[in-house]
């Protein structure tokens, strides 16, 4: 059986991949550090990025420990326990309108019940893209290389979690997706029919997907030009993403709700973010068409 | 016995008031109102103002009615139930960073249970203050203005209503009060020793104290000169207010989980909110003065 320990090892070293592949991506930003513990058990090393290209990214791992706060046993339908997390988990700002901000977290959780009498564990993760303007041949692109990663895995898995994804990165209070989705998948564990090994197997092929898929973004994006028009649009889009965050997504409520640090949690906000009351894009405007396409259901690839 | 739909009629009126009030405050800015209605049932109407002092605001007033979600009513503690809530809701962000941000909110409630065995009702409310650089002579003069509205009612409602405001108005993961506080009060009904008609005046003088309160701080704070770097912390400190509302607010938790008009509840956002990783004020700058006391406890009077 492959240990906790040997799990948090193999996410550590995704953590220094992804940096350098994001450093050589970016040209000129270098990944600053601070590794922090966590008084109730365990720690990570938060890594924040400032460059040309990427105008606030961080790259966060953990691996921490100790007992469930209350409320998360009782949410996930658990006795009283001791959990087990690490991860590593991706938000990257680009500074043009015209690249996608993009998040990936992948995870693995394990849990050991206080009578000794119910021990679980399971993988999550999931990268989804979230254009300021939705190119449709980009979000095909980006989708195909998801489907690749879940077909060496699962026939199934990447239709399952790509509706996983429209159905989580969603922001209800808006009747819209965050973007146009990727996939998502949690509690993934034997009853998949897969061994510990072969979901780990997934996991890894979804973290080293990350870096190539947002290289071809990038590589798409960064020849546009753009204007102040589309750095408006950026700070309405990015509010959005302020929102989803802080409203909806469980992973910033569960390091919340465990004391995790601040700072690493909300690495994820945007460098500058606007709201405008009641604001909607004039009819028929690039902005209007991104519009449209922020909803479930989508077929990319 | 003061009926919902008299209480539903002076909250109405007290939104024009204070719509007439803040329009003379600022000067040039004028109010644009939208009417809406619930597709559950009941209304509102919103209005919002971009103005010379205010740079966004927002005043709203809603009548709303109809079966309570689940989880609203077991957080409540009570049966399956109809609810009906009224109030007017205010959020202003001005332009000068010497001027702070402000929020009222006085809202009433009923419940009539299925069975017909329960019905309750409670009143509301709360003001407090957001100072991006707070004064003290500033703060203690809000803080006496809500000493005297309490201190007319019940000898011991502002020492107890205080503390309330320094516990409601709390950022748990950045261990920092969202400014100076204020009041905060909920549940209020028979249970005080007083009638309703009795809660509800206190309510009244709290909604009728807006207007000079905010006045005499807008006076304060408008003639002193301000740069680039007053309105970057600014924008950081709306980032907090922005973290605040969409984390810990109950109101707004309760507006989105009652499919409320997202655009109404989300008034209170700020026009442009900036993040940067692990920012610190310089120590013994006035920023650094002003997070010192961004903490619980201090007694302003």
């Given at each position: 059986m492959i240990s906790k320990q040997a799990i948090a090892e193999w996410f550590r070293g995704l953590q220094d991949r992804i940096c350098r592949g994001l450093e050589e991506l970016d040209g000129t930003g270098r990944f600053a550090e601070d590794q922090w513990t966590r008084p109730e058990g365990g720690g990570g090393r938060s890594r924040v990025i400032e460059g040309a290209v990427i105008e606030k990214g961080g790259v966060n791992f953990s691996a921490v420990h100790g007992p469930m706060p209350e409320r998360i046993h009782q949410a996930l339908g658990l006795p009283p326990s001791d959990f087990f997390a690490t991860g590593v988990s991706i938000v990257l700002h680009p500074r043009s309108p015209m690249v996608p901000i993009i998040h990936m977290n992948v995870r693995y959780f394990e849990t050991q019940s206080h009578s000794g009498t119910k021990n679980t564990w399971w993988f999550g993760g999931g990268i989804d893209l979230t254009p300021h303007y939705i190119v449709q041949e980009d979000a095909r692109r980006f989708h195909l290389r998801l489907k690749d990663v879940c077909d060496s895995h699962h026939p199934e898995w990447y239709a399952r979690f790509k509706k996983w994804a429209d159905d989580y990165f969603f922001l209800k209070h808006r009747n819209?997706?965050?973007?146009?989705g990727g996939i998502f998948f949690d509690r993934l564990n034997e009853a998949e029919g897969k061994s510990k090994a072969e979901i780990f197997d997934f996991v890894k092929n979804v973290g080293e997907a990350f870096v190539p898929a947002y290289a071809e973004q990038v590589a798409a994006g960064l020849p546009k030009t753009y204007g102040q028009r589309e750095l408006e649009w950026q700070a309405l889009r990015r509010s959005r993403y302020v929102e989803f965050n802080l409203l909806w997504d469980k992973g910033t409520r569960f390091g919340l709700d465990t004391d995790g640090r601040t700072e690493s949690i909300l690495?994820?906000?945007?460098p500058l973010a606007k709201w405008k009351y009641n604001h909607s894009p004039e009819p028929g405007s690039p902005e209007a068409e991104t519009q449209e396409l922020l909803r479930k259901g989508i077929e990319w690839v």
């Open positions: 819209e997706t965050r973007g146009v690495m994820s906000m945007p």
